[in-house]
Nanobody, 125 residues
Framework: QMQLVELGGGLVQPGGSLRLSCTMSGATLDNYAVGWFRQAPGKEREGVSSIDSHNGTIYYADSVKGRFTISRDNAKNTVYLQMNSMKPEDTGVYYC??????????????????WGQGTQVTVST
């Protein structure tokens, strides 16, 4: 059974950086699209970024373009989210998710089949 584990969350000051990792076990990462989502208290889950192995497409939400970078290391079965120039509004629980099929709407949670447990990211002074 495929599992996803996120690591790398924590507390960072505004303007700082964090790198999240999402490691897949029980399956081969290269067969999946992987997305990053975040959820702040009282808000809906928001699609942040995705990387689709089926067609090479990369997606970023407008709110993170130019600041976040998604990448994958198939040898390590891991997807990374490098977050730079972070803002307080980036605060939330960050989840990675995997989709077996080609993503049509990468920002939609319903496109994904499996989810990790999430990691907390807090941007604050």
């Amino acid at each position: 059974q495929m599992q996803l584990v996120e690591l790398g969350g924590g507390l960072v000051q505004p303007g700082g950086s964090l790198r999240l990792s999402c490691t897949m076990s029980g399956a081969t990462l290269d067969n999946y699209a992987v997305g990053w989502f975040r959820q702040a208290p009282g808000k809906e889950r928001e699609g942040v970024s995705s990387i689709d192995s089926h067609n090479g497409t990369i997606y970023y939400a407008d709110s993170v373009k130019g600041r976040f970078t998604i990448s994958r290391d198939n040898a390590k079965n891991t997807v990374y989210l490098q977050m730079n120039s972070m803002k307080p509004e980036d605060t939330g629980v960050y989840y990675c998710a995997a989709a077996w099929l080609l993503l049509l709407y990468p920002q939609r949670p319903e496109e994904y089949d499996s989810w990790g447990q999430g990691t907390q990211v807090t941007v604050s002074t």
